[in-house]
T-cell receptor, first 116, second 114 residues
Framework: NAGVMQNPRHLVRRRGQEARLRCSPM?????VYWYRQLPEEGLKFMVY????????ESGMPKERFSAEFPKEGPSILRIQQVVRGDSAAYFC??????????????FGQGTRLTVV | KQEVTQIPAALSVPEGENLVLNCSFT??????LQWFRQDPGKGLTSLLL?????REQTSGRLNASLDKSSGRSTLYIAASQPGDSATYLC?????????????FGKGTLLTVNP
C-alpha cells in the first residue's frame, strides 16, 4: 500500500505564475488535509477536504488559494499569481475517516515551492 | 488561543546519551497528542500517538508521556544514535468542533554527534 504521494516534490515558479500541487491519498482514504510550513515556522492547517467537498478552509488565505478533491483523481492545491511569501513546504495528509476518532493522519513527503 | 510550544529549539548531544524533548500546550482539553520526526527535505514520520486518556506510549527506544493537567508532553530518547538526528515535532488535536486539525509546535532540531 503506497503512502501519501505528493508531486511534484520541488516546484519553482516565477512571481505571477500559477502553482498546482497534487496529493494522492493512501488507498482507501477519503479525507485529505493540507498544511503549510513556512521557513522557521511550524506546520499550519490550511484546508480539510473529503471527496468533492470542502469541509473546512479556515486556514486558507482568502485570495489566490483554492483546493479541490474531485471524485476521481488527486487532491489539488492551486495558488494563483504566486508571490515570494508563498515559498514554503506544502504537506498533504490523509486518513480513512475523519480525524481524530480511531485513526491518525498519514503525511506525504511534501512539495517545496520556491517563488523567484 | 490554542498553541503548542517546543523547547529547546535545538539540541546537540553526544552519541549514547539519553535525552528529553519538551512540548507544552495552552489548552488542557485535548483529544490526542502526536510526536513526529522530520528529516531535512523530507516528510513527517509518525513516532508515537498518545490519546488523552493515556499517560504514556513506548516504541523501542522512544517513550512519550502526557500530563494534560499541566499541559505538557515529553519525548524521551534512550541511548541516542547519530541516526536519530532530525527535527522532532509535537502536534496536538484540541478537543472541540475542529479536532481534525493538528496544531504543531515549531520543532526541536536534534543533532546526535558520533
Amino acid at each position: 500500500n503506497a503512502g501519501v504521494m505528493q508531486n511534484p516534490r520541488h516546484l519553482v515558479r516565477r512571481r505571477g505564475q500559477e502553482a498546482r500541487l497534487r496529493c494522492s491519498p493512501m488507498k482507501g482514504h477519503s479525507h485529505v488535509y493540507w498544511y503549510r510550513q513556512l521557513p522557521e515556522e511550524g506546520l499550519k492547517f490550511m484546508v480539510y477536504l473529503q471527496k468533492e467537498n470542502i469541509i473546512d478552509e479556515s486556514g486558507m488565505p482568502k485570495e489566490r488559494f483554492s483546493a479541490e478533491f474531485p471524485k476521481e483523481g488527486p487532491s489539488i492545491l492551486r495558488i494563483q499569481q504566486v508571490v515570494r511569501g508563498d515559498s514554503a513546504a506544502y504537506f498533504c495528509a490523509s486518513s480513512p475517516a475523519q480525524l481524530p476518532v480511531g485513526t491518525e493522519a498519514f503525511f506525504g513527503q511534501g512539495t517545496r515551492l520556491t517563488v523567484v | 488561543k490554542q498553541e503548542v510550544t517546543q523547547i529547546p529549539a535545538a539540541l546537540s548531544v553526544p552519541e549514547g546519551e539519553n535525552l528529553v524533548l519538551n512540548c507544552s500546550f495552552t489548552d488542557s482539553a485535548i483529544y490526542n497528542l502526536q510526536w513526529f520526526r522530520q528529516d531535512p527535505g523530507k516528510g513527517l514520520t509518525s513516532l508515537l500517538l498518545i490519546q488523552s486518556s493515556q499517560r504514556e506510549q513506548t516504541s523501542g527506544r522512544l517513550n512519550a508521556s502526557l500530563d494534560k493537567s499541566s499541559g505538557r508532553s515529553t519525548l524521551y530518547i534512550a541511548a541516542s544514535q547519530p541516526g536519530d538526528s532530525a527535527t522532532y515535532l509535537c502536534a496536538v488535536s484540541f478537543s472541540g468542533g475542529s479536532n481534525y486539525k493538528l496544531t504543531f509546535g515549531k520543532g526541536t532540531l536534534l543533532t546526535v554527534n558520533p
